[in-house]
């Protein structure tokens, strides 16, 4: 037979190994277990998924003979791939029952497909995950967001049980473990229990070479100085690349659920760098990384000291009352409020407003709002009253799971099976690069926002004793959303285009939550959808849309120049009344975690 095969490990040689394993990586473990007194406790259901699998159980069982034909299928697909199996093992060619979803990588090393053990046992993985997941979601009578818990987690489950995640049954692991003579997987325990001692107990999965990064040296990189600081946010003027620059400022305001540079990661792919060169005077909002003394900050001081302070600070700096304004995921969400406060204070300084994955409307909100039901939001509520915040690998943790394939398992395999060192990467640097959440400001935004969705109903929610009606809002808005986004669903952000009351130019950029938006042309990747108009679903918008090769970028900064005025001599840092007090990236953002 033509066909190539992946040779299967001598079983003899195979146990003299894992003996050989398992007594070099006694000392390891005992040396760990010496210095954790095991005094975490673990709650048994924090993620109160418990009540959700009862009631899917109740609402299966009384319907037996579902039950039965889902079983009957299951059985029927087991048959096909005994008989497709058989048929390659006698050298006939055999069509596979199932194969892995287009662009699942747990399946790319070619035993997967050319030993017909191996494919035997990633197609009945396959075979089970599907039945699994199908049998739950066909469940009637249960409310929509347990019906969503229970997927999820059902999904989870699937996921980690994958063959690709196991010793014996994932054969680049078995070829390196012979190869290696199982050097690997003592590497492997190395490198777990070094996770468990960064996570002080807990496992903090390393992602990348956290040493291979240096903020201001290769990551971060964008000339520019601190020209601003107050308790929560450090302000960023960028120099100039160009001779003249529009009149009008720009304002950045990311998210502080992360850092900001995930706008200035390198020089090929900086979105302020490119923002700079394209002729904009360029600030950014650093967040401070806050501790216990920042508990009591509020969502309404998020506001008044981000954006409205870094507005006075910016007139400062440039003589310019009027700015234009980005706001990224949360930092959008913020951007809405100040839009409405600063609208029935006639406060009329932001001339445009870019929105970039942002959630305003929180009706449907993805699968994150798996992880707000009271019984959640209770315990978060006392874990963060007992520090004043919330770690920032709670939040990692969570926006992990939502692609545990890509960003849990594939490092368990490298790091732990494989025993490799991760790879320095710099999206996966900042994805590691955690922040906290002070209490008070947390509690109001899962509360008042993921769960009760006030902020998309008018008066639903105050600050600074105004009620924020986003259906006031009149600034012309640019909205980009990214059609694979698991943070903030493309077609639940499409909802702002029917609140506000201003122009709104929507935009739909190819890929996710960060990648759809960090797409510098260069690149030559993704594309993005336009539409003139916005009809009220966003199916609807989809199916008229036109389709563009590329980054949506130069889409954006022609649009953003129409809002920004005249061309003027460009302006330096410390040029205006406010002086420098350091380069960027400044300190704010230097603070780690566990600072």
């Keep these: 037979m033509a066909e190539q095969q992946a040779s299967l490990p001598d079983p003899v040689e195979m146990s003299q190994k894992m003996a050989n394993i398992a007594e070099r990586s006694q000392k390891l473990v005992s040396d760990f277990l010496e210095r954790h007194d095991g005094e975490h406790k673990p709650n048994l259901d924090p993620l109160n998924i418990g009540g959700a699998f009862l009631e899917m159980t109740t609402q299966m069982m009384s319907d037996p003979a579902k039950m039965m034909q889902a079983q009957v299928n299951l059985w029927q697909d087991y048959m096909n791939l005994w008989q497709s199996t058989t048929r390659r093992m006698m050298g006939a060619e055999a069509e596979p029952v199932i194969e892995p979803e287009q662009g699942d990588r747990r399946f790319k090393h070619d035993a997967w497909d050319e030993n017909q053990v191996f494919d035997f046992i990633k197609q009945s993985y396959l075979l089970s995950a599907r039945w699994m997941q199908s049998t739950v979601s066909d469940v009637e009578g249960m409310d929509d967001k347990t019906s969503k818990k229970v997927d999820f987690y059902t999904r989870q489950f699937a996921d980690a049980m994958a063959p690709s995640n196991f010793v014996m049954t994932n054969p680049e692991v078995l070829e390196a473990t012979l190869a290696s003579r199982g050097e690997n997987l003592v590497k492997g325990l190395e490198n777990l229990l070094g996770d468990l001692e960064r996570g002080e107990g807990k496992l903090a999965i390393s992602m990348t070479d956290t040493e291979a990064f240096e903020l201001g040296e290769n990551i971060a990189l964008t000339p520019g100085k601190v020209v601003y600081q107050n308790d929560l946010i450090q ?75 870094a507005l006075d600070a910016i007139e400062k700096a440039t003589g310019e009352k009027e700015a234009n304004v980005v706001g990224y995921c949360l930092g959008g969400t913020l951007l809405s409020c100040a839009l409405s406060y600063m609208e029935a204070k006639k406060d009329n300084r932001i001339k ?112 600074k004793g105004v009620p924020i009606d ?9 909205m980009l959303s990214t059609k694979e986004d698991h943070i903030a669903p493309w077609a639940s952000t499409y909802a702002a285009t029917q609140l506000f009351s201003g122009p709104v130019r929507f935009v739909l950029a190819a890929s996710g939550h960060i990648a759809g938006v960090v797409n510098p042309p260069a690149s030559g990747k993704y594309n993005y959808w336009t539409n003139a108009k916005n009809p009220k679903e966003p199916e609807d918008w989809l199916s008229a849309a036109v389709e563009h090769p590329g980054s949506w970028w130069p889409e954006w900064s022609k649009w953003l120049a129409k809002h920004s005025g005249v061309k003027v001599p460009a302006r330096v840092p410390g040029d205006g009344k406010l002086r420098v007090t350091e380069d960027a990236p400044g300190a704010y953002v230097a603070v780690k975690a566990k600072d």
């Design 235 to 309: 302000l960023i003027q960028y120099e100039p690349s160009t001779k003249q620059v529009y009149k009008r400022p720009l304002l950045i305001m990311p998210p502080w659920i992360n850092k900001y540079y995930i706008l200035d990661l390198r020089e090929k792919n900086s979105y302020v760098k490119w923002a700079v060169a394209q002729g904009f005077t360029v600030f950014i909002i650093s967040w401070v990384n806050p501790d216990t003394k920042l508990a009591k900050k509020s969502f309404e001081d998020y506001m008044v000291e981000g954006p409205l302070a």
């Design 352 to 463: 445009s407003a870019t929105f970039l994955t942002t959630m305003i409307d929180f009706t449907e909100a993805g699968e994150l709002g798996i992880f707000i039901d009271e019984e959640q939001l209770t315990a978060l509520e006392d874990k963060m009253n007992k520090t004043g915040y919330l770690e920032g690998a709670h939040m990692a943790t969570t926006f992990n799971m939502l692609r545990a394939n890509d960003l849990i398992w594939s490092f368990v395999v490298n790091n732990y099976l494989l025993g490799k060192d991760p790879f320095p990467f710099d999206l996966l640097y900042w994805n590691s690069d955690s922040t906290r959440m002070p209490a008070a400001m947390h509690s109001f935004y899962l509360r008042k926002m993921y769960q009760e969705n006030l902020l998309a109903k008018a008066g639903g929610i105050e600050l």
């Design 470 to 478: 986003l259906t006031k809002i009149k600034t012309p808005s640019f």
